[in-house]
């Protein structure tokens, strides 16, 4: 959990109160100059497309640091990456390319094991498969989309997470989008945690269901929301749920933070409700065998109703799958709308997925893949506790590849992340609206393709940035050095 | 005791006719003589202010007890999360085993395939095959984050800029998914109050577009220019509000659900006229329709900056996934941070960029392909108009050939059956691939069903032959009880 300190939310609020302030400014002047100035004829008559307040923040505060987001790179995204340097003339407005590039360790990318580059054993099969079935199938799952391709990996999925049966579409986004309104709709209840991410919520929203948010995993308090909500029925008509489903993630993108899973399926079971659990993250990340949290903690996969995962994070591929049973899967089959109309994923994606998980489960007669998560592992207990140590307040539990490092104060971020770069150090920083608006961080992704030499010199930039900024809110005591003196004279 | 009883009532009587007799009582207050009814009286009213100042009896509202909340949630039974299945529900779909190319292998056997939307023949294409070869191997496969976190790729920026400078238009932006391109930027620009009018046959992703973006959304009949104009006149009439609303128009260029295409000079006069934005999806008629497959602006000849937002997925002509949009400046980088399909997600694998890249040099340096996409469907009309039973519905120039039963079941069930059956049997009997449309259960379009053949520039003659001749053939002998 955050611990705020009292002095450093005051500054925070107050330096958003001034960059609020200035912008207001700057938008009064400019609609003087506006309203001196004639309004193009063409647009006359049609509404804005953002009226008053609804950009001010992209206007005022996000572009003032825009180069630190959507940063080019000219490598693929492995370890150590070429990030191409921009140009500005108009104040940060529009940025420019140039052709010069930086190479810069990457701390940024979501490549947990390492998949992301070319692979000695990946890379050939996936060109075979783009020789032979080409890049596109041009057409949906239903029709003429289903190649053999599609079917083994829909079974080595199923088989991977510990399920009877899968289904596999071409983005992570879509299939929470259109999963959960196949499976709940009117009169029904959708019970998420508070920080579930945007995928869901557009799912949760497009389904018509009623919705409801319990505290960040708070098992007691999603009790009580359960008992609440079962002893009151529908809102007005009282009339029973006619299903409820309670979704959570299980590792928290924004928190590093694993799920509470075995108590919240024990709460999910006795009141007889369905439970989804979003492995966005967590697959092939965490878990002796990659398996994700389920193996983690120790929680049967048989016990969760419906597992969704991507293959965008572990697998260095495209895509999502859900895992279930055999008769929901043939229902979503029947009746999903991203398997009836949309694209389906492309043959060569499909191929680099197989592959992943074949090295991952050492079928490809090697054990890198016991390898990669050795390594991922021991990379992620290392950088974090090494973070902690020199007093950065870091979030996430240990052994989740995810952290998250506080930095609060506005102008932190960009210095932050621009000073990194400077010394060859590629961070990701997140702000308002992704995260709550005093709570900016900056977000480190740690790979099973780094090596401890890559994570040494990760850690002094760092170290060295935070001195400059400021931000190692809790720096820990060193330890005295009398009672070591007392031991050798006795 | 009478005589007691007697005594006492004469005592208090004659103590009250003393306390009124008594120079207090015979005071004069304002003017009002203080008389023995007076004081009654007063007392009344007192007793009625008294009892109207009381609460009237309501039920005491009782909490549940936590016992009461465990025997309500022992006896709630939920619905199982999906419903009985069904035989129809357990049909899978043929399996390929080559490229989804012109011909293709199912089950060992080789099938002539009008069942991609392989438009101009780019499956199997060289050219690209190479380019996304070289960029598998500089690039891997995925780009392992959104475009706002490294997931920016320079072939992503190459592929936009190469998109904008062929359509003509100052800016575009690349989205992962052909699907989520639409019901992401729907969303981005229509807020809750806003209006759409929205033709009622668009497909599953715009609708899920509309719905997300909670604003006031109307129909218009599928492709009929005058209940579009009454239903803009009916909106916009006397109605002051509609100066400070956003107001859409959501038309596709061609239809998937009906093979129809929309008339965009009618359009853009309406649009005109009454200040609307029009968004356009070309999906299947980017790389198809005008004389260089820049569109149905260029096929109509309306200059590209008169339609506000034209949206496209890239999985159709192209042969490639993912979907762009584009449009002026202001509203692609409005999408940039407001478009929860590419701020939130993972971006687009750079070969298939590349390979986006490479179809688009191809068309733009071949514009021959598109008369011989033309002249296949040109061809297939003409094979088909003597069908027995089946009535081609699409505009000549569509590149989905969609056919539907002269007479219908009365269901669109029943319908379905016949036509999934005359697509299997010509698959098992005569070695040809076509469909028949599916239909999501929450899907609103209400179109009638058929079968849908995409033609592309990479068939034969005689593969237009083979398919126009099985069809008759299928469907007389299908169909014979039915006519």
């Known amino acids: 959990m955050v611990r705020l300190p009292y002095l450093t939310a005051l500054t925070t609020l107050f330096s958003y109160g001034l960059l609020f302030a200035f912008g207001q400014l700057r938008d009064f002047f400019r609609k003087i100059i506006d309203w001196s100035k004639s309004s193009s004829k063409d647009l006359k008559g049609y509404a804005p497309i953002c009226l008053g307040l609804e950009d001010f923040y992209t206007r005022r505060l996000y572009l003032r640091i ?197 108590e919240i399926i024990a709460v999910c079971k006795k009141y007889k409700v369905y439970t989804y659990l979003d492995e966005a993250h967590s697959i092939g990340a965490v878990g002796k065998t990659g398996r994700g949290v389920c193996e983690l903690l120790g929680v049967d996969p048989a016990d969760v109703d419906i597992m969704m995962g991507t293959f965008t994070k572990s697998f260095g591929s495209c895509g999502g799958y859900i895992a279930a049973s055999k008769e929901i899967i043939q229902y979503l089959k029947y009746t999903c709308p991203a398997y009836l109309y949309a694209t389906s994923m492309s043959p060569p994606a499909v191929q680099q997925v197989i592959s992943a998980i074949k090295v991952i489960l050492g079928e490809d007669g090697s054990n890198r893949g016991a390898q990669k998560l050795a390594r991922i592992r021991e990379n992620s207990n290392f950088f974090r506790s090494e973070l902690q140590k020199m007093g950065f307040e870091v979030l996430g539990d240990s052994d989740s590849p995810v952290m998250p490092i506080m930095l609060y104060n506005p102008a932190k971020i960009p210095a932050f992340s621009r000073e990194c770069l400077r010394q060859n150090v590629a961070v990701v920083t997140v702000a308002f609206p992704a995260t709550p608006l005093l709570l900016a961080r900056a977000r480190i992704c740690i790979s099973a393709a780094h090596s401890r030499e890559d994570l040494i010199k990760g850690l002094e930039v760092i170290s060295k940035v935070g001195d400059l900024a400021g931000i190692k809110y809790f720096p820990v005591e060193p330890p005295k050095h009398e009672t070591q003196g007392h031991k050798e004279l006795e | 005791m009478a005589s007691a009883v007697m005594n006492m009532t004469t005592a208090a009587l004659d103590w009250v006719s003393v306390a009124f007799d008594a120079p207090l009582a015979r005071a004069v207050v304002f003017g009002v003589h203080i008389d023995g009814h007076l004081v009654v009286e007063v007392l009344l009213v007192a007793v009625i202010l008294f009892q109207l100042t009381r609460k009237s009896y309501k039920h005491p509202k009782k909490p549940l007890t936590e016992k009461e909340i465990d025997d309500l949630c022992e006896e709630w039974v939920p619905e199982p999360l999906h419903p009985s299945i069904s035989e129809d529900m357990k049909a899978e779909p043929p399996t390929l085993e080559s490229a989804a190319g012109p011909h293709t292998i199912i089950d060992g056997k080789e099938v002539v395939n009008f069942a991609s939307a392989n438009y101009l023949g780019l499956i199997g294409n060289e050219k690209i095959i190479d380019s996304c070869v070289s960029s598998l191997e500089k690039y891997g496969v995925g780009s392992c984050g959104p475009r706002g976190f490294y997931g920016t790729i320079d072939v992503h920026l190459d592929c936009e800029e190469r998109i904008a400078k062929f359509m003509g238009t100052p800016d575009s932006i690349l989205y992962s998914y052909g699907i989520s391109t639409i019901f992401s930027v729907i969303p981005a620009f229509c807020k809750k109050g806003d209006i759409i009018v929205a033709d009622e046959g668009v497909h599953w992703g715009v609708q899920n577009g509309l719905h997300l973006s909670r604003s006031t959304v109307v129909y218009f009949k599928h492709n009929d220019m005058k209940s579009l104009e009454n239903t803009l006149e009916k909106l916009t009439r006397g109605n002051k509000q509609a100066e400070k609303m956003r107001r859409y128009i959501v038309v596709e260029a061609v239809y998937q659900n009906s093979g129809q295409i929309a008339p965009l000079d009618e359009l853009v006069q309406l649009k005109e006229k009454y200040h609307f934005r029009v968004i356009l999806d070309e999906s299947h008629s980017f790389g198809v329709l005008g004389n260089s497959g820049r569109g149905l602006a260029e096929y109509y000849g309306v200059p590209v900056e008169k339609i506000d937002i034209i949206t496209a997925g890239m999985g159709n002509a192209l042969a490639t996934d993912g979907g762009f949009c584009t449009g002026s400046v202001r509203v692609v980088d409005h999408q940039r941070l407001s478009s929860s399909g590419y701020v939130f997600s993972a971006s687009l694998p750079p070969y298939l960029a590349s390979a986006a890249i490479s179809a688009v040099n191809y068309l733009e340096d071949n ?58 049997r010509m698959l098992k009997e005569d070695s040809v691939f076509i469909v028949s449309t599916k239909r999501s259960v929450l899907d609103k379009c209400r179109l009638p069903v058929g079968l849908r053949l995409f033609v592309s520039a990479g068939h034969s003659e005689s593969d237009i032959h083979k398919v126009s001749g099985s069809l008759r053939r299928v469907a007389a002998t299908t169909l014979a009880e039915h006519l």
Not at chain 1, 80 to 87: A, L, P, S, T
Not at chain 1, 155 to 183: D, H, Q
Not at chain 2, 392 to 421: M, Q, R
């Open chain 1, 66 to 262: 825009q180069d630190c987001f959507s940063r080019p790179i000219a490598s693929a995204p492995d370890a150590w990456i070429d990030v191409v340097e921009r140009y500005s003339n108009d104040n940060n407005k529009t940025l420019h390319r140039t052709s010069n590039t930086t190479k810069c360790l990457n701390l940024g990318s979501y490549n947990y094991l390492g998949f992301a580059a070319a692979d000695e054993y990946c890379t050939p099969h996936v060109i075979d498969s783009l020789k032979k079935y080409s890049c596109s199938t041009c057409s949906v799952r239903v029709d003429g989309g289903t190649t053999d391709l599609h079917t083994e990996l829909e079974e080595l999925v199923a088989r991977f997470v510990g399920k009877p049966a899968a289904i596999t579409f071409g983005m992570g986004y879509v299939t929470n989008s259109a999963i959960i309104p196949v499976l709940i709709g009117k009169g029904g209840l959708i019970i998420s945690d508070s920080l579930n991410h945007n995928s869901i919520v557009n799912g949760a929203r497009g389904s018509g269901a009623a919705v409801r948010v319990f505290q960040h995993n708070n098992p007691l308090h999603l009790e009580e929301v359960l008992r609440e909500q079962i002893a009151e029925g529908q809102p007005r008509t009282h009339r029973p749920w006619k299903k409820i489903i309670v979704i959570v993630e299980g590792i928290y993108s924004m928190e590093g933070e694993l799920c509470q899973l075995p």
């Open chain 2, 367 to 424: 514009p021959s392909v598109l008369s011989s996409l033309r002249s296949n469907i040109a061809l297939l009309w003409k094979g088909l108009s003597d069908v027995p039973g089946l009535t081609i519905a699409s505009h000549p120039l569509s590149p989905i050939v969609f056919l539907k039963l002269k007479k219908s079941t009365g269901s669109s069930k029943g319908d379905l059956e016949l036509l999934s059956n005359i697509a299997d």
